[in-house]
């Protein structure tokens, strides 16, 4: 069902045209920028509790600025009892204690911006806490000033009409609170209930909020979950087939723009911003009505389709080229979009879209880095991709940590579920598989902590570590690195034209980029068999610019996992 309702709500479905003026290439820093994701629970821990921290960030901070990335987007690092790993925030104003004080932050900054690394905060605005203070005085009586920060369903009129929750034990999106006779919604766990965006007082607030980290100086603000921010609030009993329009009641409402106009005359007109929403809705048009430039709303937002297509492993390049060939074409002209194959909500790229395999890992993760940064829009990777971090595979639910997990294995155990089913999809699909301990040394848990880690240290990092691949020329990691100069070099991987070639090839996804008579054509195999690439491209005369073998294939057939860049015209 999980699945079922994210897809849902977050998937485009429809077809669009385009009716506003052209601004997809226009040059901005954000369209140009790479982003690194840092989730810092699972970093650098500099204390020895075990928890990665602000210290311990800025202590790799030369790291990150090698890579020749650009922006670091941090999860939440705000005061939090940590019952969804910070996205339950209790206070947005004051660092979680466990990642270190204010005056870590202001260092954690100063040290970014002196290295010219830019900071996108992770804004979680759909729900706070349980434990914020808007919360407590909400749920305190139904008098009570802050009462309507939040969605309530009082008891007199029964028992609210069914809705989903994504977290919850019993999938029941409505908690009944005693102490004023009433149910609350949340959308995630119970510990993190919907706050309502109809309330003009909790808008103000929250665009407060949003300008005090502004003033901080920081360089954007990715706003997490937010198209949920927008539902129905009448809460219509659901009419039978209601699972074809979901979105309808759960999210995107028409109120969404207003709230995000709002925001933007608030909060990013004032600040040399950027600004991102995870989603971009249902269909293009919604994708649109977020991103595109004249309806000053959000610089950019990003869809799920094609990270979600090998969610539970095994999926068609077919299928994988067109998803991310028509998102491309719907984007040529106006908005942008970002580009990404992992994040904190997902198992590891390489182990989904590739293999972890020890036969082809790293030829396989350099060739998923040339596809993220040879594609147009802002791209995402997620720390440790550049190493070709893989899945720990766990097995037994004592080493999970996620309460997606936790939650979703107590639900099944009290309805008699099929408990040993989950736990093979969690093998390979939960959210701890993305999360694990940062790779940086065969030392004792890789470096990561002194202390015990929060989370098992993949068993792999005697191999796959940062201190062993710096010292490799052939390395994942300086792939990566060479990958990211050549984008940052070459505009045309930014803004070119990108055209699909040879499209029914099963193996082989290959594509031009092209720009004011500059032609690159990228060549990427997607298996572990050799593969023919059979397009009419001559490569007689091309100029190789990057490849993941020591010399790349010119005639017709690619090496396993084989990547390469040429300069065509
Ligand atoms: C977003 C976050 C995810 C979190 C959820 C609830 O999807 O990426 O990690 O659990 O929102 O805040």
Redesign the pocket.
């Known amino acids: 069902m999980r699945s079922f309702f994210l897809r849902c709500l977050l998937i485009f479905s429809l077809c669009y045209s385009t009716a506003f003026s052209q601004d997809g290439n226009k040059p901005a820093w954000w369209k140009e920028a790479i982003v690194y994701q840092v989730y810092p629970r699972s970093f650098k821990d500099s204390d020895g509790d075990g928890i990665g921290d602000l210290k311990g960030l800025i202590s790799k901070l030369d790291y990150i600025k090698s890579l020749g990335v650009d922006v670091i987007w941090l999860n939440p690092i705000y005061q939090s009892p940590n019952d969804?790993n910070g996205?339950d925030v209790s206070d947005y104003r004051s660092i979680m204690k466990e990642f270190g004080t204010m005056a870590d932050f202001d260092a954690l900054l100063k040290g970014m911006h002196e290295r010219g690394l830019k900071l996108v905060m992770d804004m979680?605005l759909n729900?706070s806490s349980d434990e914020h203070y808007w919360f407590q005085q909400s749920r305190s009586s139904r008098n009570n000033p802050y009462r309507n920060y939040y969605h309530w369903w009082n008891a007199e009129r029964g028992t609210p009409p069914y809705r989903y929750s994504i977290f919850d034990v019993n999938h029941d999106a409505w908690k009944y609170d005693s102490l004023s006779n009433a149910y609350y919604l949340h959308y995630?766990s119970r510990k993190?209930p919907d706050l309502n965006w109809e309330n003009p007082a909790l808008r103000t607030e929250v665009f407060d909020i949003m300008r005090f980290w502004a003033d901080k100086g920081i360089d954007g603000f990715r706003l997490?979950?937010f198209q949920f921010a927008a539902k129905d609030t009448t809460f219509p009993p659901f009419p039978q087939g209601y699972e074809k329009e979901l979105s309808k009641y759960y999210a995107m409402g028409p109120g969404l723009h207003d709230y995000l106009k709002e925001m933007n005359e608030a909060v990013f007109s004032k600040y040399p911003l950027m600004s991102v929403a995870?989603g971009a809705g249902n269909s293009f048009e919604d994708a649109h009505n977020l991103v595109d430039a004249n309806r000053k709303e959000l610089n950019m937002a990003y869809a799920f389709e094609g990270v979600d297509i090998a969610k539970s492993g095994g999926y068609s390049l077919l299928h994988f080229k067109e998803v991310f060939s028509k998102w491309d074409s719907a984007f040529a002209e106006n908005g942008w979009l970002s580009i990404f194959l992992a994040n904190?909500?997902q198992a590891r790229m390489v182990s989904r879209f590739a293999t972890d395999d020890p036969a082809y890992r790293d030829k396989a993760s350099m060739m998923l880095a040339t596809f993220v940064l040879s594609m147009r829009g802002t791209p995402y990777y997620y720390y440790g991709d550049e190493l070709g971090m893989t899945n720990p595979y766990f097995t037994s639910i004592g080493q999970y940590k996620d309460m997606q997990v936790l939650n979703e294995y107590h639900h099944l155990t009290n309805a008699n579920g099929d408990i040993g089913k989950f736990l093979k999809e969690m093998h390979f699909s939960s959210r701890d598989n993305g999360r694990t301990p940062f790779q940086w040394n065969d030392s004792l848990h890789a470096g990561f902590t002194t202390g015990m880690p929060w989370l098992e240290v993949n068993k792999n990092y005697k191999t796959i570590n940062a201190a062993a691949e710096e010292k490799d020329p052939n390395s994942v990691l300086n792939y990566f690195r060479k990958m990211v100069r050549l984008r940052k070099s070459d505009k045309t991987l930014v803004y070119g034209k990108y055209t699909l070639l040879d499209k029914t090839n099963p193996h082989v996804y290959a594509y031009t980029r092209e720009q004011d008579g500059r032609k690159l054509l990228v060549l990427l195999n997607f298996s572990s068999k050799k593969a023919a690439f059979i397009s009419g491209v001559d490569l007689s005369k091309a100029k190789c610019l990057i490849s993941n073998y020591a010399t790349a294939s010119k005639g017709r057939t690619l090496q396993p996992y084989e990547a390469a860049v040429w300069q065509i015209q």
């Open positions: 969804d996205y979680v729900h995630f993190q997490d979950a995870e904190h909500d």
